[in-house]
Every structure is written in C-alpha cells, then in structure tokens.
C-alpha cells in the first residue's frame, strides 16, 4: 500500500489550502487553476481514503 494515511492527510492539506489561494484569486486566470485544482486533489484524496476503507 503505497499511501498510507499520513501521505492522504498532507495530499488532502495541500488541496484545501490550494482550494482557498484559488478561490482569493479567483478574478484572475491562475486563480481558477488553482481552484480547479485544489478540488481535484481534495476530491482525489477523499476517494481514495474512502476506497481504501469500504472496499
């Protein structure tokens, strides 16, 4: 198993403060990169995690 929870936790942090930098600096063209971003890295942790623990 190469992710182990601590791995997850880190992924999940940084998406979520990548989610709030994009959404500050959402007028501007790398803010919304940077949302769209923080979203799939958060939403990619959660899917992970909860793959790893329901099936």
């Known amino acids: 198993m190469f992710f182990h929870n601590n791995t997850l936790l ?3 942090i940084v998406g979520v403060i990548a989610t709030f930098i994009g959404f500050g600096l959402r007028d501007r063209n790398p803010g ?3 949302l769209g ?3 799939l890295v ?3 942790a959660v899917v992970r995690k909860a793959a ?3 099936g």
């Open 42 to 44: 958060t939403l990619y």
């Open 52 to 54: 790893e623990l329901f």
């Open 37 to 39: 971003l923080g979203f």
């Open 32 to 34: 919304i990169i940077l």
């Open 10 to 12: 880190i992924i999940f």
